[in-house]
């Protein structure tokens, strides 16, 4: 049986391990192979449909898949990612505060991490989501409207954020790092993981690899990643020089993390019921590592 590996624009890291042919080309003999696709949106639904075997996202998907009943954990995590961009406003805004966003129009990237970060920071301020008017927004259409002042806030960080800024003067409200670690982690069907833990290992030893060649190089990276979503070298080398490489195992700290979030999303009314986070984590795939 191949397992399948999915890279979108949305994990840097998967990407260019899907854009280094030696590593593809390794992979493919040891039985994994890459579907590429448009957007991370997605990976709930291919994983469902058994399309895909192993994916990688922010941190939020786990969760939400748990929710709706299919079995995952996540396998490895990256470093806390401190991006450019965060939740945005206009400079002209008079929005200088998350109590300031009451009744006004956020814009979130569907099926994504900023859920979680918005749904982190308004509770860490005594908001809830019924405050605001969150709605998810593919990326270029909440751009548009946030551009011609027809959004109050967008969530965004690079290469969409400096396109944004080009465009229009913003301040940064909030960014990541703070309530929400935010990180790129690696997660599967737990019955993939249990029944095929070498080639977990394999894409791991070769996520590892590729991330210390970006590391290393991140012009080089900044090459390979050339028209992905559109963008130029030139563009993604900002996001590529500003985020952390490597993968890590999924260690306490990151299961209590989630396990307080999946609660603040239950409260919030963003999952149906509580859900217990634990079985969601596992880290003895980079034992080791930790």
Do not use: C
């Not at 922010?58 to 898949?65: K, R």
């Not at 969530?155 to 409200?173: C, F, G, H, N, Q």
């Not at 900002?238 to 990151?254: D, H, L, Q, T």
């Amino acid at each position: 049986m191949v397992l399948v590996v999915g890279a979108h624009p949305q994990n840097l890291s998967l990407s260019l391990l899907s854009r280094r042919r030696d590593k593809v080309e390794a992979l493919r003999e040891a039985g994994l192979e890459f579907f590429v696709y448009e957007a991370g949106s997605q990976t709930i639904p291919l994983l469902k449909a058994g399309v895909l075997h192993l994916a990688g996202t922010g941190a939020t998907p786990p969760i939400l898949a748990e929710a709706q009943g299919l079995p995952s954990a996540v396998f490895g995590i990256s470093g806390s990612r401190h991006e450019n961009g965060g939740l945005l406003v206009r400079a002209d805004s008079d929005i200088h505060s998350l109590q300031d966003l009451r009744r006004r129009g956020i814009g979130l990237m569907p099926i994504s991490w900023h859920t979680q970060f918005l749904a982190a920071e308004l509770d860490a301020v005594g908001m809830s989501w019924r405050e605001v008017n969150a709605a998810e927004i593919i990326p270029a259409t909440a751009r548009d409207a946030f551009i011609q002042g027809r959004l109050d806030a967008i969530v965004a960080t690079d290469p969409l954020y400096s396109k944004i800024a080009a465009r229009v003067p913003v301040r940064v409200l909030v960014s990541p790092g703070q309530a929400f670690s935010n990180r790129s982690v690696y997660w599967a069907r737990r019955e993939t993981l249990r029944d095929h833990p070498e080639r977990v290992r394999l894409l791991l030893d070769a996520l590892i690899e590729s991330d210390r060649l970006t590391l290393e190089n991140p012009q080089e990276a900044a090459s390979l990643l050339g028209g992905l979503n559109g963008n130029s070298p030139e563009e993604w080398l900002p996001a590529i020089k500003s985020r952390p490489w490597g993968v890590e195992a999924p260690r306490s700290e990151f299961a209590a993390e989630q396990q307080a979030h999946a609660d603040i999303f239950a409260k919030f009314g963003l999952i149906p019921a509580q859900i217990d986070a634990t079985p969601t984590v596992n880290p003895t795939f980079l034992a080791k590592a930790a």
